[in-house]
Every structure is written in C-alpha cells, then in structure tokens.
Nanobody, 133 residues
Framework: QLQLVESGGGLVQPGGSLKLSCAAS????????IGWFRQAPGKEREGVFC????????NYADSVKGRFTISRHNAKNTVYLQMNNLKPEDTGVYYC??????????????????????????WGKGTLVTVSS
C-alpha cells in the first residue's frame, strides 16, 4: 500500500522545538517533491514548505521564516520539518504530501501545487502539533 505517514507531533511549550517526519511506504521518495501543510483550528489549510527531489527548498509561509527548515533523507525515505521557537499560532494539524517532481518537463510541484495544495497524488493523514503553556 502506498502511503505517507507523519510523526513527531505533540504538545510543546512556546519557544520549544519539534521535528516532524514524513515517511513513505510502498514507494520511494527520491523522485518526488514533498510539501508540508498545516491547518490551524478554524482556518484553511496552508502550504508551509516544499522540498524538491534535488533538495531545493521553498518556503511559502512568512510566519515560519527563520524558524522552520525542511530536509530530506532519501536513504531513509523520509522528509523532515524542523520547527524551532514554536509559537501558539503554529498549533494545528501538519500534513505532508508528495508529487512526482517533473521539473525537467516544466512541471515543478513546488511552484504551485505544494503552495496551494491541489492535484497532489499522495497525502498523509496528519500529525497534531499543539503549542501551549
């Protein structure tokens, strides 16, 4: 079965850190762009970060600049989202998504799909992050 599974969420105090993982099973992520999205309570889902198959990253959310970083470890078939200096407004369900990276054909998922979250092939079920004292 082809699936993405997020992990690493939990309750953390403001100023704390979490590292989310997005692991794939049933397929390899080498040729996929991976995006991280989040949905805060009562708000629409937003794209946070994207990493291309070659490791180039794109940040969509100004609110996380300088605090979040995305990385990938292809040997572990996993993409990570390191979140530092967490704030209460970072609370939400975090999802990862995967789309075949076809930049050589002019189809770069990080340009638009991973920003707005449409027409993406694989989605995880999410992991909850709660930032609260």
């Amino acid at each position: 079965q082809l699936q993405l599974v997020e992990s690493g969420g939990g309750l953390v105090q403001p100023g704390g850190s979490l590292k989310l993982s997005c692991a794939a099973s049933g397929f390899t992520l080498d040729n996929f762009a991976i995006g991280w999205f989040r949905q805060a309570p009562g708000k629409e889902r937003e794209g946070v970060f994207c990493i291309s198959s070659s490791g180039d990253s794109t940040n969509y959310a100004d609110s996380v600049k300088g605090r979040f970083t995305i990385s990938r470890h292809n040997a572990k078939n996993t993409v990570y989202l390191q979140m530092n200096n967490l704030k209460p407004e970072d609370t939400g369900v975090y999802y990862c998504a995967a789309e075949l990276d076809r930049r050589d054909y002019g189809l770069d998922p990080c340009l638009s799909k991973m920003h707005y979250g449409y027409d993406i092939t694989y989605w995880g079920k999410g992991t909850l992050v709660t930032v609260s004292s």
